[in-house]
Every structure is written in structure tokens, then in C-alpha cells.
């Protein structure tokens, strides 16, 4: 009998009228089929964002108050691992400056030596960590029997984040307790968090690209992802009850509860993926002498006929010939910059332009919802997405970015309440466009696999060296940030105590004020900061983004190419 009218996604059972199959086939596949066989899909995983066979099975088996958790569906499970980054990243970049500068003391130099260590490292690690976990993919010979199939892949990734979540946990912790002496742990613990996270980071954006391959289904588990992320970043608002610098001890308690509490959800949500795409292996549609480890070997696999294998030199003058990988990078370099600029000099922005016009307590809360407010601006962008694309969506976030900042350097620095408006849209804009970039690697990843003839998405990898371009930006932001506010007016954040530390979780303390000669001066300094790097960066992402081609007409040619390699790739494995 004939399989799947659309896709082909399913067990190879006979559906019976109105039961629980029958309407995930309605749902995800337009019109439902009844009483017909359903051959295997490429990417059968991909369609689990409802309860399954096998996991409403499973749960039925399993009992208990836990039983729920296996028919969650397969992106709310993806979008939770971002809710278990999200609560420790927010309380990272907001608190780790000011613990080391304010609590632990860290002179100067120390700092200078560990920022720019950790530059180093945070732009080598995600190509260096993509290599290791994708370099099999760029082959094509297979390194043993019938190589890799498309789900072993996605497998590998959800055993690499259930172990690298834990101790991402554990190195967030390292930050909290006093250890060794300011500046070497500093350092240590920078190189220790980052390495973690860029492990987590790269499979979990890879694994965007690996379970779905339409726009719609990447949108739909992006989706998930800015939900979760704002729900992580309410940690932010529940900080402020426990930090003080004076007795740390609680804060280092609200700590430990973040990191207990991530480590576990990364395990959990580990565990769910890993059954839910074990279970598309042991469909009735694959023939038991076929199933090898759970996996049926009828699937796409990693390998072919041809010899020889890609150095990371070859692989390196691939990139080199990838137009749109090179006018990407270079758009988002300048957003990561712009993104960690704000997010370093927000609380600058709120002491010295805004603290004589607002409250304390509205400061912190500007603070705080910037951190929230992106995530759910997220989930009005990506409908529009789905509806005009990734990349008229992010030219239109960029020209807004630039007529907000023209519209407040005309406006000058004595309106409290343009310059509140414009200080918190700026962040929320740009923290915004940086999630919906991910949707576009995803599709790079997918022309880069169309170009190269691979065999199988590298998409880790392309991750990494997406990163090792533009992750610079984020230590170069405060490191220019605090020297063009040095060098316009004379104002050095290490010397002087009043201001407080950039990444401070409180917008300001209550210092003595500034001589009234500074004042001036410095206030004029942060104002033109604020407002001509927005116009400089978005004068240069207009132009890098105009000549990105991978939109269009050219974006459905590479997605059509590729499904339609998947599915020759898969029909000729059957066919031997």
C-alpha cells in the first residue's frame, strides 16, 4: 500500500479512523491518510511536534507522575535546553565584572590579561570544537561499515548535551566562591564557562539545522527556543533580591539553586530527545534484520562512493569560495559587537544620562526587562518571518535601527523620556536580531551541504566558524567601549569608584557625586557613545546585508536541491 501522501513520515501500520495517528497525519500532513502504509522519511523526527506512537506508548508503560513528560512535544522539548542556558548566561553577563571588580578586587592589568586570554580562546574554541564533532561529515568515504545515518548524528549531539549541560552548571559555580588568587581565576574561569558553553551552543544551533530542514519547522522550534530563553531570563529579576556585595553568601546560594537546577533540566531534556528520536528508529517500517543499535540503516548514511577525505586546509578555501558565508560573517560581526556593547554599557547609560530623572528601582527594572523583552519581541518576529523571510525581516530591524539613532542625535541628550525609550528599544532590537541570525546559518548550512556535494550537513562546524569570525566582537565591545570613554573623557571605569563596573546588576550605587566639571563632559561622552555606534553599525550591516544573495528565489532553489539529495541519497541505499 502506498505511504504518506506528502512525506512518506510514519509507521508502516494501518491507520484506524479517529485514532491518535490519523490526526497527527492531518495535522502535519495537510490530509489525512486512513489504512495505508507509511514508508520511511528522511527526517522522521522532525515531524514529533505532537505526541507520538512510541512516546504515547512509552508514557503509558512508564505511569507515574513522570508519564507526561514523554509525550511533550519534540519542540518544547528542544526550546527547554535554551531555558537551561538562558537562567545562567543572564546572571553571568550581568554579575561576573562586578564580582571580580567590586568583591574580589582584580587590578587592572589582571583584567586586561584575562579579556584578551579569553578573546583568544572564545574565537578559537567553536571552529576548534565544530571540527572535532562534524570533520566525519566532510569525508566522503565513511570511517567504518555503513557509516553514519542522518538520526545517529542527531543522537550523538543530544549524548554530547546531556553531558556538556552539567558542566556548564558546574563551571557558572566556579565563578561564586573565591578559589585562587582574583586574576588567575578570572581567567581560568572565563576559558572553563565559555568552553562549556560554546559545547552546548554549537549542538544545540546544530541541531536546529539537523531536525528540520523548511523554514516553517525551523521558525516553529525557534519558536520554542525565544519562549524558553524569556522564561530563563526572568532569573535576572529574582538576582536582585539576593546580590550584595557586602555578604555574598545568599547570592552565592541563589547561584548554586541556578545551576542545580540547569544541570538536571539539561539531563532531563537529554533523555526525552534521545527516546523520542530512538523511537522513530523502531518503527514498524524498519525490518528487524535492518535495525543495528536502534537505528535503521535504511536512512540516509554519511558516506558514498567516492575516495578521499577533506582536510580542514580544502574545507577552509570552501568557505573562502561561499560568498554569502563571507558577507554574513561580516554583518555579524558587527551585530555581536553591537550586541555586547549594549549589553556592557547599559547600566553606564542609566547612571549618567537617566539617574538624575528616574528612580533606582526603575532603572533595575529597565535592566531587567531588557534581558526578557527580546525573547518575546521574538515570538512577533518570527510569524513575520514565515511570512516574508528571515532576510526582509532583518533589513527592515536594521533600518529601524538607524532612523531610531538619527531620531536621537537630533534630538540631543535633555529628553528623559526619548532617551529611556531609546536606550531600552536599542538593546531589545538588537538582542532580537541576533536570535533570528541563527535561522540564517541554518539555511547557510544548507547551501554549504548543495555547494560541496556532502553527504551530510556539517552544521556544527559551520557554527564554529560563523563564531571564530564574529565572536571577537564580544570582547572587543567593552575593551573599545572603555577606551573611547577614556579617550573623549577622561574617565576610566578602573580608577575612579563611582560609576558602577560595566555589567553591574545595580544601575548605579550611591556614590558621591562627580565634581561639577566632569559632569558636563562625561554625560556628552556617553551620549554621543550611545547614539553613533548604532548608526555606524547599522550603515554597516545595510551594506553587508545587501549583498547577501541567499534569499528569494535562490533560498527555495537550495532547499528544493537539498531535499531532493536527501530523498535520491535515500531511495538509492534501499534500492542495494
Not at 527594572?365 to 519581541?377: K, T
Not at 572587543?476 to 577614556?486: N, Q
Request: aromatic share 12%; hydrophobic share 50%; glycine share 8%.
Amino acid at each position: 500500500m502506498p505511504g504518506c501522501l506528502k512525506c512518506g513520515h510514519g509507521p508502516a501500520a494501518s491507520v484506524p479512523p479517529g485514532s491518535l495517528l490519523e490526526m497527527q497525519n492531518l495535522r502535519f500532513h495537510s490530509t489525512p491518510v486512513k489504512g495505508q502504509v507509511w514508508p520511511e522519511c528522511p527526517w522522521p523526527w522532525a515531524h514529533l511536534s505532537a505526541p507520538g506512537a512510541e512516546a504515547g506508548l512509552a508514557a503509558m508503560r512508564l505511569g507515574g507522575p513522570w508519564a507526561w513528560l514523554l509525550g511533550l512535544p519534540t519542540a518544547v522539548v528542544y526550546g527547554s535546553l535554551a531555558l537551561f542556558v538562558s537562567v545562567l548566561h543572564n546572571v553571568f553577563l550581568l554579575y561576573y565584572v562586578d564580582t571580580f571588580v567590586s568583591v574580589y578586587k582584580i587590578d587592572k592589568a589582571a583584567f586586561w590579561v584575562g579579556e584578551t586570554v579569553f578573546l583568544l580562546w572564545n574565537s578559537l574554541n567553536d571552529p576548534l570544537f565544530g571540527w572535532l564533532s562534524d570533520r566525519q561529515f566532510l569525508s566522503s568515504q565513511p570511517r567504518s561499515g555503513a557509516g553514519l545515518s542522518s538520526r545517529a548524528v542527531v543522537l550523538a549531539r543530544v549524548r554530547a548535551l546531556g553531558w556538556h549541560g552539567p558542566l556548564l552548571a558546574l563551571s557558572f559555580l566556579a565563578f561564586w566562591v573565591p578559589w585562587a588568587p582574583a586574576g588567575l581565576q578570572f581567567l581560568l574561569c572565563l576559558c572553563l564557562y565559555d568552553g562549556f558553553l560554546t559545547l552546548v551552543d554549537l549542538h544545540h544551533h546544530a541541531l536546529l539545522a539537523d531536525l528540520a530542514l523548511s523554514a516553517h519547522d525551523r521558525t516553529h522550534l525557534n519558536f520554542y527556543c525565544s519562549l524558553f530563553s524569556a522564561a530563563g531570563s526572568l532569573s535576572v529579576f529574582a538576582s536582585y533580591a539576593f546580590w550584595n556585595k557586602e555578604d555574598f553568601s545568599s547570592f552565592r546560594a541563589f547561584c548554586l539553586a541556578l545551576a542545580t537546577g540547569s544541570g538536571l533540566g539539561f539531563v532531563g531534556a537529554a533523555r526525552l530527545l534521545r527516546r523520542r528520536v530512538e523511537a522513530a528508529g523502531r518503527e514498524p517500517g524498519c525490518p528487524a534484520m535492518a535495525v543495528n543499535d536502534g537505528l535503521c540503516e535504511e536512512e540516509l548514511l554519511v558516506g558514498g562512493e567516492e575516495a578521499g577525505s577533506i582536510t580542514l586546509g580544502q574545507y577552509l578555501q570552501q568557505l573562502a569560495r561561499h560568498r554569502n558565508f563571507l558577507w554574513f560573517v561580516g554583518m555579524d560581526l558587527v551585530q555581536v559587537f553591537h550586541c555586547h556593547f549594549n549589553s556592557n554599557f547599559f547600566p553606564l547609560f542609566l547612571e549618567h544620562l537617566l539617574s538624575d530623572h528616574i528612580s533606582l528601582s526603575t532603572g533595575s527594572f529597565l535592566l531587567g526587562i531588557s534581558y526578557v523583552a527580546p525573547h518575546l519581541n521574538n515570538l512577533y518576529f518570527l510569524p513575520l518571518c514565515r511570512r516574508w523571510g528571515v532576510y526582509a525581516v532583518v533589513r527592515g530591524l536594521f533600518l529601524l535601527k538607524l532612523g531610531l539613532s538619527l531620531l536621537m542625535l537630533l534630538a540631543g541628550p535633555d529628553h528623559p523620556g526619548l532617551l529611556c525609550l531609546f536606550i531600552a528599544s536599542n538593546r531589545v532590537f538588537t538582542e532580537g536580531t541576533c536570535k533570528l541570525l541563527t535561522l540564517v546559518v541554518t539555511d547557510l548550512v544548507d547551501e554549504d551541504l548543495v555547494l560541496n556535494h556532502r553527504k551530510q550537513a556539517a552544521s556544527a562546524l559551520l557554527f564554529g566558524m560563523v563564531a571564530l569570525v564574529t565572536k571577537p566582537g564580544q570582547t572587543f565591545a567593552p575593551l573599545l567601549g572603555t577606551w573611547l570613554l577614556c579617550f573623549y573623557t577622561g574617565h576610566d571605569l578602573f580608577q575612579q569608584h563611582p560609576p558602577a563596573p560595566v555589567g553591574s546588576a545595580q544601575p548605579w550605587p550611591e556614590p558621591p557625586a562627580p565634581p561639577p566639571a566632569q559632569a558636563p563632559p562625561l554625560r556628552q561622552g556617553c551620549f554621543y557613545l550611545l547614539v553613533l555606534v548604532p548608526i555606524a553599525c547599522a550603515l554597516l550591516q545595510l551594506f553587508t546585508w545587501s549583498q547577501f544573495t541567499l534569499h528569494g528565489r535562490r533560498l527555495h532553489m537550495v532547499k528544493a536541491q537539498r531535499q531532493s539529495l536527501s530523498r535520491a541519497q535515500t531511495l538509492d541505499v534501499k534500492m542495494v
